[in-house]
């Protein structure tokens, strides 16, 4: 399990109710001021931490925006992949009714992600260039944890990982993800494990290249919807897993955007040809089948 999957105990002391009130009433009501160490919300939330980490390679005062943006975006990158592996190991276990809480909260996180997009809609070209060549190689293209974002959600393609093999950690973590099924890829298994007739070369294919849409797939989802009740677990899982995907597609369309704001159609940092590299990758749907399906519905 990676070290993101489980929280360090923090650094505050447990209190309970009783002695809740016990504070309060003491405190005739009055937030609790003197404390024998570190304050704990900042033991618990690191935020202190957080606040040191912007460290802006310009005197811009946009620079900042867009620096601290990217860090939300990061942070938001973690917590989404976190749900949706969470929400994997329930399906992987049968327990989908279980799994439907995280990936609705995952849909949540990508909305909130996409939110970030709109405190840089003040950036235009010019205020882009002022800081760009400062960044020099540096690229969103090459965050390690959006790669681990697109791999559980089966998009995948294995050079992407070239840049990281000189920070070992990084590349082991990236490697095994690539290496492991997708929660598509699971979830397909669900289908079989359900009765759907899904071939054994489908199940057992090399899920480190990304997954073709197949007709039996798709076939399965048309029978799944068939029947719309509170009992049938596997169709509310499809309307969660449809959220995910529309979500994350639309941070591909406002990341898009963004870029065409700020860079219109000029050669990304990362050497990629930028504005055509994105519109490429728009066109690789996340969970294929379970939108086809519906043209059969």
Known sequence: ???????????????????RDARAAANAGEPTLEFGDRVPYDAYVHAST????QRTLSDD??????????????????LTRHELRHAQRLIRADRVWEALAPLRRAALHLEGLNASWQTLRWMTPADFNRFRNLLGEGSGFQSAMYRQLEFILGVRTPSLIRPFRR??????EL??????PSLWDD???????????????????????EHEPHPSVEAAWVEVYRVNGPDNHLRQLGEALTEVAEQFG????????????????????GGSAGLAWLQRSMNRVVF??????RTSM
């Open 175 to 180: 490697e095994q993800a690539l290496h492991a």
């Open 1 to 19: 399990m990676n070290s993101t999957d489980v929280a360090s105990p923090p650094a505050v002391r447990p209190v309970d109710a009783a002695e």
């Open 250 to 269: 639309d941070w591909r369309y406002k990341h898009l955007k963004a870029v065409q704001r700020t860079m219109g159609a000029k050669v990304g940092s």
């Open 167 to 172: 920070q070992p950690e990084v590349y082991a």
């Open 288 to 293: 294929p089948e379970i939108w086809s399906a």
């Open 61 to 78: 005062p946009g620079e900042m925006s867009f620096l601290m943006v990217s860090q939300i975006m990061e942070l938001y990158f973690g």
């Open 50 to 53: 957080l606040h040191s980490l």
């Open 187 to 209: 979830v397909i298994a669900l289908l079989a494990r359900a009765g759907h007739d899904i071939p054994a070369d489908l199940l057992g294919r090399d899920v480190a290249t």
